[in-house]
């Protein structure tokens, strides 16, 4: 049974994000909204929660059809409130005084430890606060979820008891989820839509199957309009030459057939589609220098600790050579970051238990961007190593546009900040990457491109991720920690079924 119905959507928000889709969802769908960002995934799901008014078309919603729309941020005012009073207060007020033991059972559904649900939001991480506005979202008990990003800044755990509760949700409960964390998709999904800025394509398959689809249409498409228009060139030529006969003999009839031969090729021109070509939101293009250095890192049994001087795991002895692209797994808590932060330190002097090779040259990009100055604009940040010129040119690449080049970067996006923090790594010219989620508001085209990027470029790496598709696609060596020790394994998929199922 349908549920919701979209007929010639459209949406302008200073360029068309989107037109011309229809597409129906029925009870218990499951479906994943695919697009890069800046595209208007988010705006279509306001659209689709009657928050935004489409430009064109129109929107359908079966009799009393309850939704809720989970967007990525936390309002301001809820900021201050308790876990357990922002979910109270989605609420009515009358359910509020007489079901507030409603409040209890979502977040049992949900897994938030007590010690949280009297916290105040504001002192709680991203993930935790993605999960209040979803525990918001299910205490309303909607006939459809639409949910912006909700594996951002998620764990493997909490990821994997997101994809538990989604699958434990009522049969005749529907999902529309937007995501660039492919695994995630392919876990919690069935349909995938691909949006676009017309010719959207939806494909009754979860991510990975639906992308090869997809592919396979677009090549389809692709050799269909180069035949199209070399039908039309033939048709064009046969009427040149019905033209050159007809008036040297004199035949109306020949004039005639070279007039309908035009009409027909420009009838198979004007109606023939090219195939999609996805405008990029911007490149991203990695360097790689070069040493003679066989180990870029040594670690001699340095002890990784909390900064207030808690023993977290020991490394034991270990190298990162050239090539080597390093992945360090655990648990959320276990110490990836402080790792890496031991590892920044070393390579910037600091005496220790770890060693970085004199001719290390350093790429270092952090999963909060905080090496991105929020009052800095872009291009004020490339032209310390570009002149004027060539960092416009830079920053369009990354797609930075140029009315956005000179604004302070706390008024840039997630996603565009992520690729600028790439083109600076680019600039350093390193040979040697440091990363903590460096997948981080990348959309998947921009996570392809930073996975092709660190394979051509042959680069030594050593990083953190939650991302499975991108540490598989990246990772040559896993370092776990487990058991407060750093110990090599063969490759991830223990570690993350374990975490998916904790």
Not at 437 to 464: F, K, R, Y
């Amino acid at each position: 049974m349908s549920i919701l119905a979209t007929k010639s959507l459209g949406l302008t928000l200073g360029q068309p994000l989107f037109a011309d889709l229809s597409f129906t969802i029925d009870a218990g769908d499951r479906l994943g909204l695919v697009a890069a960002n800046g595209r208007g995934k988010s705006s279509l799901l306001r659209c689709l929660a009657g928050q935004m008014e489409p430009t064109t078309g129109e929107i359908t919603r079966a009799r009393g059809l309850k939704s809720a729309l989970v967007e990525q941020d936390v309002p301001d005012g809820l900021l201050p409130l308790s876990f357990r009073a922002a979910v109270l207060a989605a609420l009515t007020a009358d359910q509020a005084d007489n079901e507030s033991w409603r409040v209890d059972i979502v977040l049992d559904d949900l897994s938030v430890p007590e010690a949280f649900r009297d916290t105040p939001l504001a002192a709680l991480s991203g993930g935790w606060q993605r999960t209040a506005l979803l525990a918001r979202a299910a205490i309303t008990e909607p006939d459809l979820y639409l949910l912006d990003e909700p594996t951002n800044h998620l764990d493997l755990a909490r990821i994997g008891q997101l994809q538990r509760w989604l699958a434990a949700l009522p049969r005749d409960v529907a999902v529309i989820t937007t995501s660039h964390d492919r695994a995630f998709l392919d876990a919690a999904t069935t349909r995938s839509l691909f949006l676009r800025a017309s010719a959207s394509r939806l494909f009754a398959l979860p991510y990975s199957r639906a992308r090869q689809a997809l592919a396979v249409a677009d090549e389809a498409d692709e050799r269909r309009f180069e035949n199209d228009l070399n039908k039309a060139d033939q048709l064009r030529r046969q009427a040149a030459k019905l033209k050159n006969i007809g008036i040297n003999s004199g035949s109306d009839l020949l004039i005639t057939k070279t007039k309908q031969l035009k009409d027909r090729a420009e009838k198979i021109e004007a109606q023939a589609r090219p195939a999609h070509k996805e405008g990029s939101a911007g490149s991203i293009r990695l360097a790689n220098s070069g040493t003679h250095a066989k180990a870029l890192v040594s670690l001699n049994e340095a002890a990784i600790a909390t900064p207030d001087g808690r023993m977290l795991f020991s490394t034991g002895q270990k190298w990162i050579e050239r090539g080597d692209r390093v992945v360090i797994l655990g648990a959320n808590g276990t110490g990836k970051s402080r790792l890496i932060l031991a590892v920044l330190a070393a390579i910037n002097g600091a005496e220790g238990a770890i060693k970085a090779a004199p001719s290390l040259a350093l790429g270092y990009s952090d999963q909060m961007l905080a090496q991105l100055p929020d009052k800095a604009t872009p291009f004020a940040l490339v032209t310390r190593s570009v002149n004027d010129q060539t960092a416009r040119t830079l920053l369009a690449g990354a797609g930075v546009k140029p009315d956005w080049q000179e604004k302070p970067l706390a008024r840039l996006s997630g996603g565009q900040k992520a690729r600028l923090a790439m083109l600076l790594l680019r600039l350093s010219n390193p040979n040697f990457y440091l990363l903590d989620e460096p997948t981080n508001h990348l959309d998947i085209e921009g996570q392809e491109a930073l996975e092709s990027e660190l394979l051509a470029q042959g680069a030594t790496c050593l990083l953190v991720s939650h991302d499975r598709d991108f540490v598989r696609a990246v990772g040559n060596r896993f370092w776990q920690i487990e058991k407060r020790k750093l110990i090599e394994v063969d490759d991830p998929e223990a570690f993350f079924a374990a975490e998916l199922n904790r």
